[in-house]
């Protein structure tokens, strides 16, 4: 089962997204690829689809039930080149938390550092 077929299956044996998970995160444990989407930065005209609302402060309580304290912050395509929401996030997670940015193809090797 994938995606959305497990989360059926998991209701169906009487569990919600609110119970706590049955394995125990082990301490320092990290999400290492989750991506941000907040109304307040507007979408790149190639996005694909329109952005799910899913911001950050909504993260960190699924971070918690998790038991998660890391996380890395990825860069989504429907931002394309503007890294504004994933920057925000980084901060707003704080010392944990890194990110993955995506910068435009002719970026000078100058400015990536």
């Known amino acids: 089962m994938a995606g959305n077929e497990d989360a059926l299956a998991l209701r169906a044996e009487g569990n919600s997204m609110d119970d706590r998970p049955r394995l125990v995160a082990p301490d320092g444990a990290c999400d290492c690829h989750m ?8 979408p790149a005209p190639t ?6 609302d899913a ?13 998660l304290t890391r996380a890395v912050v990825v ?3 429907a931002y394309a080149f503007d890294n504004a929401c994933t920057e925000d996030a980084i901060v707003r997670f704080g010392a944990n ?10 970026t000078a090797e100058a400015e990536i550092g």
């Open 47 to 52: 996005a694909l689809f329109p952005p799910p």
């Open 97 to 106: 938390a890194r990110g993955v940015a995506t910068i435009r193809p002719d």
């Open 75 to 77: 860069q989504p395509n």
């Open 35 to 42: 991506h941000v989407y907040d109304r307040r930065y507007k």
């Open 55 to 67: 911001p950050a402060d909504a993260y960190s309580v699924v971070q918690r039930q998790l038991g």
